[in-house]
T-cell receptor, first 112, second 114 residues
């Protein structure tokens, strides 16, 4: 089954404790991206990647890191999480940016 | 600076009637537009798209209209069904100027009343 898998589904952590949210897709897609969803702000892009070893900043990259060492994986790293990073996070992939995106089920992150 | 705006946070429509969701954008370099639908506890799913070379695209009960001069697009759902109750996001991209980013609106929560 074609899918984007992100883990964990829920995560509660404390300020400053490094964490990684994993994302994997099995569709051989070139394009992958991370979004955060906040009330009243919709979906905002954090980082995107056009291909392996090619990443670029989205609209809200501060406080986040990504890597694309393999085509299928695109982890999101929070080196020192802060409470303002409490949000619902989505990973997505597609053949290309103008093609339809396939989204994961989301990761609800709470930073205390 | 919100480049893609959905000014109606919510909309209620009677089952069987037409639902019209609106989206405005400010960046004239956007040339491709998409609509996504999101149910609670799930990721968004692609619904329909339109290129700036067109002014209308249909897919079953869903039609998207694009008015480039007004920088406005709308999604029509006819007839509306209870399963259409969800949050709808419009999104825009501007590959024409090498921008690979996809910008989303803030979403409209559609409720279909049986």
């Amino acid at each position: 089954e074609a899918q984007v898998t992100q883990n964990p589904r829920y995560l509660i952590t404390v300020t400053g404790k490094k964490l990684t949210v994993t994302c994997s897709q099995n569709m051989n897609h070139e394009y992958m991206s991370w979004y955060r969803q906040d009330p009243g702000l919709g979906l905002r892009q954090i980082y995107y990647s056009m291909n392996v070893e090619v990443t670029d900043k989205g609209d809200v990259p501060e406080g986040y890191k990504v890597s694309r060492k393999e085509k299928r994986n695109f982890p999101l790293i929070l080196e020192s999480p802060s409470p303002n990073q409490t949000s619902l996070y989505f990973c997505a992939s597609s053949v290309g940016v103008v093609e339809k995106l396939f989204f994961g089920s989301g990761t609800q992150l709470s930073v205390l | 600076d919100q480049q893609v705006k959905q000014n109606s946070p919510s909309l209620s429509v009677q089952e069987g009637r037409i639902s019209i969701l609106n989206c405005d954008y400010t960046n004239s370099m956007f040339d491709y537009f998409l609509w996504y639908k999101k149910y609670p506890a799930e990721g968004p799913t692609f619904l329909i798209s339109i290129s700036s070379i067109k002014d209308k695209n249909e897919d079953g009960r869903f039609t998207v209209f694009l008015n480039k001069s007004a920088k406005h697009l709308s999604l029509h759902i006819v007839p509306s069904q209870p399963g259409d109750s969800a949050v709808y996001f419009c999104a825009a991209s501007g590959l024409g100027f090498g921008n690979e980013k996809l910008t989303f609106g803030t979403g409209t929560r559609l409720t279909i009343i049986p």
